[in-house]
Nanobody
Framework: QVQLVESGGGLVQPGGSLRLSCAAS????????LGWFRQAPGKKREGVAC????????YYSDSAKGRFTISKDNDKNTVDLQMNGLNAEETAVYYC?????????????WGQGTQVTVSS
């Protein structure tokens, strides 16, 4: 069973930054795509960023491009999401996810989620 453990959520002011981290096992880290989704209250879960396992290529949603950066820490087996310029509409539960590819129709493994609240 794949285990993904998120950390780093919290309260941030509009325009501020936050860094999320997702810890995975070494096997998952080396062999699966790892990404971040988010779900705001009353909305569908949406993909934010993903990093491919085969070549490390990152992929971003249109809203994340230019502000968010996804990266892998090979020493810690974590996938991190640096989020800059956050706005209130991005308040959501952020989930780490893994699968054989980025953006599959049905993600096979989810973390428990971490709350991000953007508010003054």
């Amino acid at each position: 069973q794949v285990q993904l453990v998120e950390s780093g959520g919290g309260l941030v002011q509009p325009g501020g930054s936050l860094r999320l981290s997702c810890a995975a096992s070494a096997f998952v880290f080396d062999n699966y795509a790892l990404g971040w989704f988010r779900q705001a209250p009353g909305k569908k879960r949406e993909g934010v960023a993903c990093i491919n396992s085969s070549d490390g290529s990152p992929y971003y949603s249109d809203s994340a491009k230019g502000r968010f950066t996804i990266s892998k820490d090979n020493d810690k087996n974590t996938v991190d999401l640096q989020m800059n310029g956050l706005n209130a509409e991005e308040t959501a539960v952020y989930y780490c996810a893994s699968d054989v590819i980025c953006w599959p129709r049905d993600v096979s493994s989810w973390g428990q989620g971490t709350q991000v609240t953007v508010s003054s």
